[in-house]
């Protein structure tokens, strides 16, 4: 037999060791290491203890035909074209396009996604109002709360308009065993766990939130989704870095990974898949938190200030980007700030821009425009806190910082996109037509932009201004 022994697993990157050590030697993060107990014969089969209790259940609910179909049954290979029964992929639509988009068009029956976000963003939130969205359209969903109770979960269900659906059913536990027992009371096909980290199985010597714990729940929570058809959404917690908690052990295990960003005291939040099995994860999609819940952002409004409805001001230091998304195009507000710093200790602070892009274009301004920033302290932000990362938003950042130092703006209503080289070129970008478009739809009618992209972006009432390198664009700065 097995010998039972101790490991050491790291709760960032899911390293085993086989003692304990201060700092993690695969990832190098401090105190990271949990002890965790390791039960050759426990392990052997996991999928049996859940899917056994699973197959428990008597069934006499309608949505039983969607339940309980996989079974102990040993599984056998099959050509590919009727592997997994030969059916096409079916999924819950939830209505709210926002959501269903990143999703790749729906939750997919059977499937485990995990919503990632840091505390306080509303994720409890999005999930609730998704329930109720599914429950509305005859889906049920058991939402199991194990962080609020039961009176809190439908106190806010009230406020969000969802206090009466009748396939929305609610339960606030943290027990394992018993969630799956209710779940096989109630028979829904959404099961919704908020949040990940505090359910536990009370058979496992580790507490709630650990390594052990998330691991084996989760893992059950999959073979429970597999067996039953139930798709599962789990919602976990990040860590101040932005990782999710023992991202490794997780993310492999689940079919999506969902991240919701944004800044807690910003109005918008984005949705963003970083792993899908169902879909691409060039999708996101765009909320904002008002005090009756989430509101899906229209389509294309932009996680930007339309200038054109700020007035017309030029504005120095402001510059607006049209940022691809996906399939989608979002503009997007970068400001940059220069104040007098200290020669050699000089800060360059970014906000939703990668610092490394942020240096690279200072580096370029000084060596291709002559501007001296050696001895200033650059922040630069995205507003609205929308992530920026397309090197096509270069150009735009470019004079943002060059118009902050300078006091100078591009015209009002002017968009620019670019991608900037470290020789001074300005590069085409991709998908300019579409930018263009969307420039125009929202009311701009100046495009800054590389001379290769001049034909594709030629958009009835949009004036094209091109710019090769850098000095050509810094004589658009007003
Ligand atoms: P919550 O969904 O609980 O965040 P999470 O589950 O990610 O920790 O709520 C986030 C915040 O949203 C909360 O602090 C208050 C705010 N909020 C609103 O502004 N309007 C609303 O209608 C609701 C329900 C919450
Ligand atoms: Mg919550």
Known sequence: MAKVRDVFVCSACGGTQSRWMGKCPDCGAWDSLEKQTLDATASKDPQRGIVAAWRGAEIEDPHADLAGLAGLATPQAAPIAEAGGGAPVARISSRIGELDRVLGGGLVVGSVVLLGGEPGIGKSTLLLQAASAWARTGTRVLYVSSEESAEQVRGRAERLGAGAEKELFVLADTNLARIVEQARRVVPRVLVIDSAQMVYKSDIPAGPGSVTQLRRCVAELVYLA????????????????????????????????????GDRYHAHRIVRAVKNRYGTTMELGIFEMTGTGLREAPEGAGVAAVQGREGLQPRPGSVVCPVMQGSRCVLVELQALTATGFLGAAKRKSSGID????????????????????????????????????????????????????????????????EVGLGGEIRPVTHAEQRAREAARLG??????????????????VRVLKAATVSDAMGLLG
């Not at 060596?367 to 929308?386: E, I, N, T, Y």
């Not at 938003?393 to 968009?415: Q, W, Y």
Request: proline share 5%; glycine share 10%.
């Open 355 to 418: 610092a490394g892009r942020l240096a690279m274009l200072i580096a370029v301004l000084e060596q291709h425009a002559g501007l001296r920033l050696a001895d200033m302290d650059v922040f630069a932000s995205s507003v609205g806190g929308l992530k920026v990362a397309e090197p096509a938003s270069d150009l735009a950042l470019l004079l943002a910082i060059a118009g902050a130092h300078r006091r100078k703006a591009v015209e009002p209503a002017t968009a620019v996109i670019g």
């Open 444 to 461: 701009y009618t100046t495009l800054i932009l590389p001379p290769p992209n001049a034909k594709q972006a030629g958009v009835k009432g």
């Open 226 to 261: 597999k067996a039953s058809g139930i798709a599962v959404v789990l919602v976990g917690h990040v860590t101040k870095e932005g990782s999710l908690a023992g991202p490794r052990i997780v993310e492999h295990l689940v079919d999506a990974v969902l991240t919701f960003e």
